[in-house]
């Protein structure tokens, strides 16, 4: 795989308005095929997998990690015109980093938990360090192996949905964690000095920060401060992985805000 190879999935060929799908951390682009059902009809929809996941090319130690560019180069190599860009936590940072420094490129943007502090004070190491020792373990973990546990810790999942995110696991780079983390901790409260700039539609949805959702009633309300005309919609039963567990309330948050535009 040559270096900067971003690999995709997409439902059409132009026909349609461009949609694309920006994954989370350790996920990939297929990890969107449920949502993805639910817009093919009317959207040309792109799941791209980010380098280190899927079956993109890996980020070495010795690069810095600019996933916004990989974005934006992919969104310039098919000709997409002013696309909807869709981002789940590591991928709304992606997503949001494209709108401040390209702020004409996309039609609106809808961002699921983006991972927003209100200073680096916030940050809880001892959730990382959780995370980077639980991404290095899934190499030694089989797929049946990592169903069982998505099965354990998540009984509303379909079995499809199980499948997929066990198999993004098997496809994600685990050297990846301790870069991501280096990045994360110099971008985290980076979108308190641009949230005001941006001007076309903005979706914000959040979870339970009680439940392990990110953005916090205090990060909504400084959104809100900053720029009123972001909207923000608190799905309250959920934490970080809101179209996981509460499908159908994230698809008609964003359907409906899709119908409005």
Not at 197 to 204: A, E, G, K, M, V
Not at 215 to 224: C, L, M, Q, W
Not at 235 to 248: S, W
């Amino acid at each position: 795989m040559n270096n900067g190879y971003l690999h995709y999935y997409r439902t059409g060929q132009g026909e349609k308005e461009p949609i694309l799908l920006v994954h989370g951390f350790s996920d990939n682009g297929l990890c969107w095929t449920p949502v993805t059902r639910e817009l093919e009809k009317k959207y040309d929809v792109i799941m791209p997998d980010m380098k280190s996941h899927g079956l993109s090319a890996r980020i070495s130690e010795e690069e810095p990690i600019d996933m916004a560019s990989d974005l934006i180069r992919l969104i310039q190599s098919l000709g997409l015109s002013h696309p909807i860009i869709v981002g789940h936590s590591m991928g709304a940072m992606i997503a949001f980093q494209v709108a401040v420094r390209y702020p004409h490129l996309a039609k609106a943007m809808v961002l699921e938990d983006p991972p927003w502090l209100l200073s680096q004070q916030g940050e809880d190491n001892k959730s990382e360090e959780t995370m980077m020792e639980w991404a290095r373990k899934l190499p030694s973990q089989s797929i049946k192996e990592l169903e069982t546990i998505n099965r354990k810790d998540h009984p509303t999942w379909t079995d499809e949905m199980i499948q997929l995110m066990s198999e993004s696991k098997k496809q994600f780079d685990p050297t990846f964690v301790d870069m991501l983390l280096r990045n994360l901790k110099k971008n985290r409260s980076e979108w308190l000095s641009t949230i005001g700039t941006i001007c076309f539609p903005l979706l914000i949805i959040t979870g339970n920060p009680e439940l392990g959702g990110i953005v916090t009633g205090e990060v909504a309300a400084r959104i809100d401060t900053l720029n009123p005309k972001v909207q923000i919609k608190n799905i309250p039963d959920v934490g970080h992985l809101i179209r996981f567990d509460k499908f159908n309330e994230f698809m008609s948050t964003l359907l409906a805000f899709l119908e409005n535009l």
